[in-house]
Structure formats: structure tokens, C-alpha cells
């Protein structure tokens, strides 16, 4: 215990510098004053730093297309490499959505980003860049140990407290991530244990395209690659849906083991085909995740199965209204908790497990129970807060008999919207 609190307070002293961390040296780089043309032109220099070479003819722009594919996800035309190289005459210039991309192929998250640093010289001078320098530590080593085989929640309490403030800033963040993208530490933690699914939409899921550059292993890259088909589904992208869909089908189920990992791979195959109309191909991986489940029962019993895959596959069958299969998954799991809570990270898990039964329960028309567990519901973990309220608002939507409360979600719920860019609740305010 007295270790405990000499680490706490070691960690304490970090983050409270960490935090108000200050320089005298706060010149920020404003892109506002860059044009779009000059903007461009610096990405077109570090466009054939990264390939290698000059891009100066037809094959240049062929294997350039091929390379951005097959390090981004994204299918950008030989012919678009053309016009924006200037081989072909052309008046127009390529989207701020493809210069993002061709900013990720580049090692950067967005054309902000690659401006921010090329135009402040190493970006050494500002605040955020000192910042994200000291944060850098944290993923630089192996997780602290208390005892062999505990998890040190000390250090992940920290972590926590540093992640609320580097997603709290966008440029904080852009200047992080490519200083940590080959950390093994900072893969687990930033990327697998912490995804910040509330700041999808916002260009917070950028990172995993880096995150799946730097870790090749099979288990990461349909991790990432569903994350970044969920952020695109959750932004009514489906042309990106579909290419990191056609990425993660390249690989092989049989071949993941980690429980989150198969859920995330079917989740995305049932999502996709629940988008596609393919009601069908939906059914049959329905039909999988629920021989999975029995299997699970079958092999450990209720009371000693891991039940990651279970809440995990729930969060993408809440999204394809298979209310009636959420239900079945989650109501065993939350009547029987407290059997089960070395396997539920009660600080993430139980507020979305009881959001996703009450929204379930109100589709199926069990509105008592829905009533019943509503006031159950406290705060949901911030990497999720916006993410599942909308859902629970939808639910408190649809039960309100009182017009005047209804009117009031409804304006919530068009806000939270709005505020994440999560265009596929957008039906919801239809209902």
C-alpha cells in the first residue's frame, strides 16, 4: 500500500506538470495564413520525399497509386497524381479529404499537421510539441509492475487523467501520435485499451491509419482497419467503409484469437452487410456469433466464461437493430454481474451494457423494464460519453409521452449529432 501511494504520488507530480506545463517560447503555427495552393505545394514536396523520388511521368503516378493504397486504405487514381502534379493540364486542385490522405501516406494525420510542422521549424518552439515531448515518456518503456502478473492501476489511472488532455486538443494530439506510432506500449494503451470512439469524426481516428502502418502482426491490423470502418460508418462514409471492409475480408478468421479481435472482424461483416441490404450474408454471421456464444457457455460455463466477445459483438448489433439478440447476449451478463466482474472493466462496461438494453428493451416494446433500468443509468466513460448518449437519448425519445420532454431530447440529441459528426444516428430525429 505504501508503494501504491509513493507511485501515485510520483505520477501525481508528473501529470500536475504535465498539465500546466508553460514556455515562453508559445508561437503557434496559424494555417489560416498558408493558402490552400501553398498548402499544397508542401505537400507535394513531401510527396516525393516519401516516394522516394521525383514524381515527373505516367508510371510515377502509377506505382504512386498503388503505394498510397497499400499504406492508407485509400484508392486514390493515377489520373488525380497527374492533374496534381501537373502533367495534365488541369485549373482545379485536389480536395482537402485527399490531401489528408495523401498527408497520412506521408507519416502526418491531416494537411494541418503537415503544415504545422513544416512551416514552424521542427515545432520544437510551441507549447504542444514540449507537451507532447513529456508525454512521449510515457510510452517510451514497459508498463511498471507492483507484483508478477497484477496490473499496475496506478499507472493506468495516470494514463487515463494524460489521455483526457490530449484529447481535450487536437493539435496536442497531431503532434503526439507520429512521436509514438512505433510504441509497442503506446499500441496497447493509446490505440487498443483506450480507443476514443467519441472523437471519431473529429480526425481523433486518424492515428490508427498510422497505428496499422507501424504494427504489421494480423491481430492489430484488423483491429485498426475496424476501427477505421466503424469512424467511417458512424460519418455515412461508405466509400471508406468499404475499403477497410474489403481489408480486414482479406484476412483470415480462423487465424485471430484475441476475443475483442473476433468481434470487432465479425461486427464489421454483420454492420457492412446490414448497410448493404444483405440481409442474407447478415443472417449467416448472426448465425456464427451465436454458435460462438453457445460454444462459450458450453466450454467454461456462465459463470467463468470471458465475456469480451459478448459485449463487444453487442455494440455492432446495437447498431443493426438485432434488438431482440442484444437482449439475449446482455440481460444473462447484467443479472449475473456479480459473478463475473473480473471480467468486466466496470469503469467502461456496465453504464453501455445497461444503455444497450434500454434501447433494446424499447424497440422490442418492453417499455417497463426499459422505464425501470433508465434511472440506473450514471456517468458513461468519457471515451464513450457522446457516443452512447445518443443512443440513450433515442431510447428516452422514443419512450417520452410528455411533448414538451420529447421536443427537449430531440434538440439534445440534433446537438450531440452535430457536435460528433455521427451522420448514421441521423435517422433517429426522423423516428
Known sequence: MLLDSKISSVYDIILYKFVH?????????????????????????????????RIVNYNDCNGLSEEVFKKTGKLISSQTFRRFFKLIKSESM???????????????????????????IGNSQTTQ??????????FEGVV???????????YLDALNRLLKRVFADKLLYDTLIPLVSRSPTAHNYLFEQFPFIDGFGRGFEQGYSLYIRNKPELEAQVFG??????????????????????IIYSFNLESI??????????????????????MDEKQSWITLVKNKLIDNVNLHGFQYFNIEFELMISEYLILTE??????????????????????????FWIMPIKIMLIRSFTYTNRLREAKKLIPKVAKINWLVDDYFSIQLLDAKRKISVNEAERIAIERDLKRLISKTKFKYFEPFLKQ
Open 21 to 53: 506545463l508553460t514556455s515562453e517560447l508559445t508561437k503557434l503555427m496559424n494555417s489560416n495564413d498558408i493558402s490552400y495552393f501553398e498548402k499544397l505545394n508542401l505537400l507535394k514536396a513531401q510527396m516525393n520525399l516519401q516516394f522516394g523520388q
Open 144 to 154: 511498471p509492475k507492483i507484483a508478477k502478473g497484477e496490473v499496475n492501476h496506478v
Open 257 to 278: 484469437k484475441h476475443p475483442l479481435v473476433i468481434a470487432r472482424y465479425m461486427g464489421t461483416k454483420i454492420l457492412y452487410h446490414h448497410l448493404m441490404g444483405d
Open 225 to 246: 482497419n475496424a476501427m477505421l470502418f466503424l469512424s467511417s460508418v458512424l460519418q455515412n462514409d461508405l466509400t471508406s467503409a468499404k475499403v477497410y471492409h474489403d
Open 94 to 120: 485536389i480536395s482537402q479529404l485527399t490531401a489528408d490522405i495523401l498527408c497520412v501516406y506521408c507519416g502526418y494525420l491531416n494537411l494541418d499537421h503537415l503544415v504545422s510542422k513544416q512551416s514552424d
Open 322 to 347: 438485432s434488438f431482440k439478440l442484444v437482449i439475449d447476449i446482455l440481460l444473462p451478463v447484467y443479472n449475473n454481474k456479480k459473478w463475473i466482474t473480473k471480467d468486466i472493466d466496470t469503469s
Open 129 to 138: 510539441y514540449h507537451e507532447a515531448q513529456i508525454y512521449k515518456t510515457f
